[in-house]
């Protein structure tokens, strides 16, 4: 990200006031990350409002305006308007957040219910519960998966812009 950011391959010493891209100091950027976490939490928390009152295909249709309108301030975003990052970056994580509650609600309520009473060797499970298990499968191996990526390919240096140094 440094070298997106400064357009040099290594960090300098002094960087209290560097000059990225878009003309913003370091802090700019730091919030910039920030806002998308912020933004999952607001649409984590509000995808439980937002299916109260809307079926589950509305629902899916905000979140995807939500990351249209994302990408397209950051298309837009210039020196003069960089605030616009900041929406994007919220509105990009609102996407994400309501996905997340979005998806895992979608198939647990869609999914088919087998009462206990049934003999096992006649449960017959459809499509949508073998999604089910394999989107949570899937996204709990991720975060478990993700950090030991992350620090195997920060060893290398012309990967990571530190040049290998570990950023914790």
């Given at each position: 990200m440094h070298q997106f950011i400064t357009n040099t391959d290594k960090p300098t010493e002094h960087q209290a006031s560097v000059q990225p891209g878009l003309?913003?100091?370091?802090?700019?950027?730091?919030?910039?990350?920030?806002?998308?976490?912020l933004g999952e939490f607001v649409g984590a928390m509000?995808?439980?409002?937002i299916t109260k009152f809307l079926p589950y295909r509305l629902a899916f249709l905000l979140a995807i305006a939500m990351c249209q309108l994302g990408y397209l301030l950051y298309s837009l975003a210039t020196t003069a308007h960089a605030w616009m990052i900041f929406i994007a970056r919220l509105c990009i994580g609102m996407n994400a957040g309501l996905l997340l509650v979005l998806i895992t609600a979608y198939l647990g309520e869609t999914a088919t219910t087998v009462h206990k009473s049934v003999p096992q060797s006649h449960k017959h499970y459809s499509l949508k519960d073998k999604l089910f298990v394999c989107y949570s499968v899937v996204s709990s191996f991720s975060?478990?998966?993700?950090?030991?990526?992350?620090?195997?390919?920060?060893?290398?240096?012309?990967?990571n812009p530190y040049g290998g140094e570990q950023c914790l």
């Amino acid at each position: 990200m440094h070298q997106f950011i400064t357009n040099t391959d290594k960090p300098t010493e002094h960087q209290a006031s560097v000059q990225p891209g878009l003309g913003q100091s370091e802090s700019f950027y730091a919030w910039a990350v920030t806002l998308y976490s912020l933004g999952e939490f607001v649409g984590a928390m509000g995808a439980g409002f937002i299916t109260k009152f809307l079926p589950y295909r509305l629902a899916f249709l905000l979140a995807i305006a939500m990351c249209q309108l994302g990408y397209l301030l950051y298309s837009l975003a210039t020196t003069a308007h960089a605030w616009m990052i900041f929406i994007a970056r919220l509105c990009i994580g609102m996407n994400a957040g309501l996905l997340l509650v979005l998806i895992t609600a979608y198939l647990g309520e869609t999914a088919t219910t087998v009462h206990k009473s049934v003999p096992q060797s006649h449960k017959h499970y459809s499509l949508k519960d073998k999604l089910f298990v394999c989107y949570s499968v899937v996204s709990s191996f991720s975060y478990l998966i993700a950090p030991g990526i992350n620090s195997a390919v920060a060893q290398f240096p012309e990967v990571n812009p530190y040049g290998g140094e570990q950023c914790l």
